[in-house]
């Protein structure tokens, strides 16, 4: 089984703090993503990465950076938290890029975010 | 615009009963539609993925049909269990870009009581 784990499931930071979320895939796939969920929002993307070292904006990407230095590991980073990016965030990985799409996203647990 | 719409927002079954879910979207070009079930504080778990030639699929209790002509699909959960009680989304796929970009639909958050 595809197996998705996020750093954390709650965390509290305060304005201003920088903040790190990681997200590890055991299956090696090429795709990460990371997404928010907002109520009455549903998921929006953040950033995405389809290979070592590559990414890509997603629709939101404001306020975000990621890294991406090894295959199994996508990292969301907010340089300067602030209180509208209180929110859950969920990472997923999915096999192999192409024109198809068929390939299922797996979505790791999600990392509640507050930000005071 | 590329956009997917599911209905309704939310539903109260009682258990055992069957329900069914919408979802229309305007995705363009159109390349599979998954729903998802998402746990409340869990992420979400594919049900079912149909490319364009899929009319329906099914998994356990729950199938989703296709119309691609009319770009609607639904989702029926047959003799519903408490544990059905979750939220469920339905994401379209386009052709358009080498990812596969998705599009997701908000979701309906559906209750079952005992």
């Known amino acids: 089984d595809v197996k998705v784990t996020q750093s954390s499931r709650y965390l509290v930071k305060r304005t201003g703090e920088k903040v790190f979320l990681e997200c590890v895939q055991d299956?090696?796939?090429?795709?990460m993503f990371w997404y928010r969920q907002d109520p009455g929002l549903g998921l929006r993307l953040i950033y995405f990465?389809?290979?070592?070292?590559?990414?890509e904006k997603g629709d939101i990407p404001e306020g975000y950076s990621v890294s991406r230095e090894k295959k199994e590991r996508f990292s969301l980073i907010l340089e300067s938290a602030s209180t509208n990016q209180t929110s859950m965030y969920l990472c997923a990985s999915s096999l192999t890029s192409g024109a198809s799409g068929t390939d299922t996203q797996y979505f790791g647990p999600g990392t509640r975010l507050t930000v005071l | 615009k590329n956009q997917v719409e599911q209905s309704p927002q939310s539903l109260i079954i009682l258990e055992g009963k069957n329900c069914t879910l919408q979802?229309?979207?305007?995705?363009?070009?159109?390349?599979?539609l998954r729903w998802y079930k998402q746990d409340t504080g869990r992420g979400p778990v594919s049900l079912t993925i149909?490319?364009?030639?899929?009319n329906t699929k099914s998994n356990g209790r729950y199938t989703a049909t296709l119309d691609a002509d009319t770009k609607q699909s639904s989702l029926h959960i047959t003799a519903s269990q408490l544990s059905d009680s979750a939220s469920y989304i339905c994401v379209v796929s386009d052709r358009g870009s080498t990812l596969g970009r998705l599009y997701f639909g908000r979701g309906t958050q559906l209750t079952v009581w005992p």
């Open positions: 149909m490319t364009f030639s899929e």
């Open positions: 990465s389809y290979d070592v070292k590559m990414k």
């Open positions: 979802c229309n979207y305007t995705v363009s070009p159109f390349s599979n």
């Open positions: 299956m090696d796939h090429e795709n």
